[in-house]
């Protein structure tokens, strides 16, 4: 088992540089840094506190983290804190992803038929709790196959990755369904869907429902995590998605569509959450359905 620091990817196979590791870790205080390579930590034992960009949490086993490139992280306190390691490249993931520096960017480019939400910032500042254990079971599964090289290794490798990828995000998306809104936070969110493509404004709302506008938006913050306005744009570009993968609507319309007629504003809202421009993520959606 490893101690210390990893500090650079530079393991060969065959004379060519490895596009995914796995190793067992004994993971000592280690001062912030960050990384060139994508890293998946799963803590099997002891306790630490980790930061993760400016995030600092208490982690102990069966919590895991995906640490993107650039982004800052390091470890204090850590008491026997043992753990599995995967570093790995994105065109692991796939071929296309080359040049993807997010776990964001991963999910959109790579698990684009069930990514419908954005995630926020580019660098995912987020550490998961493996419920159920599946994650860790696969994790191990992993690091045997990996320690044993067998034929088809890293094929098995990446589709074992794919799983967690998944897990994830249906553990995230799950959290959301099952997260409870108050009467009032509810009313928002269906005046929100069932017109999002219409102008807005919480006060024609508040004034229809009898509520006053800054207990509104306070409460919608605090049950919602983020403003009205970046929910009804988190609609809105979750629906225009829809349009640019299922129709052959030009960009313009479907921006009008969803609510914004100014078009050069909708192309910055919708590359700012999705981290690509609609056209490209419309190329994404045919590759996608190309390729399957």
Excluded: W
């Excluded at 205080?29 to 994508?38: C, T, Y």
């Excluded at 992993?142 to 994830?168: A, D, H, S």
């Excluded at 369904?177 to 869907?193: A, F, G, H, M």
């Excluded at 829809?242 to 590359?271: C, H, M, P, T």
């Amino acid at each position: 088992m490893f101690r210390g620091e990893i500090t650079e990817f530079q393991l060969y196979q065959n004379r060519k540089a490895e596009k995914l590791i796995m190793m067992p870790f004994c993971q000592e205080d280690l001062a912030m840094h960050g990384h060139n390579f994508f890293e998946l930590a799963y803590i099997t034992g002891g306790t630490a506190e980790h930061t993760l960009e400016t995030e600092v949490k208490t982690i102990s086993a069966g919590d895991y983290f995906i640490v993107d490139y650039g982004c800052l992280h390091g470890f204090q306190n850590c008491k026997n804190l043992t753990l599995i390691n995967c570093l790995f490249l994105p065109e692991t993931v796939d071929e296309t992803l080359q040049g993807c520096r997010s776990f964001s960017q991963l999910l959109q480019g790579c698990l684009l038929k069930y990514y419908r939400m954005s995630l926020g910032k580019a660098k995912l500042a987020r550490v998961f709790h493996d419920r159920n254990g599946q994650v860790g079971r696969l994790m191990q599964e992993m690091l045997l196959e990996y320690q044993e090289q067998k034929v088809g290794c890293y094929p098995l490798l990446r589709l074992k990755l794919l799983e967690i990828l998944l897990l994830t995000l249906r553990g995230m998306i799950e959290l959301e369904i099952d997260r409870p809104y108050s009467t009032s936070v509810q009313e928002v969110l269906e005046y929100v869907n069932g017109n999002y493509q219409d102008s807005l404004t919480l006060g024609t709302f508040c004034e229809q429902k009898h509520y006053s506008v800054a207990y509104i938006s306070r409460r919608f913050k605090q049950e919602t995590g983020v403003t009205l306005r970046e929910y009804v744009q988190k609609i809105r570009i979750e629906k225009s998605c829809e349009l640019l993968e299922d129709s052959d609507l030009k960009v313009v319309e479907i921006a009008r569509r969803v609510g914004y007629e100014d078009i050069k504003f909708f192309n910055q809202i919708f590359k700012r959450r999705m981290q690509v421009s609609p056209r490209e993520y419309r190329k994404i959606c045919m590759n996608r359905a190309a390729d399957g």
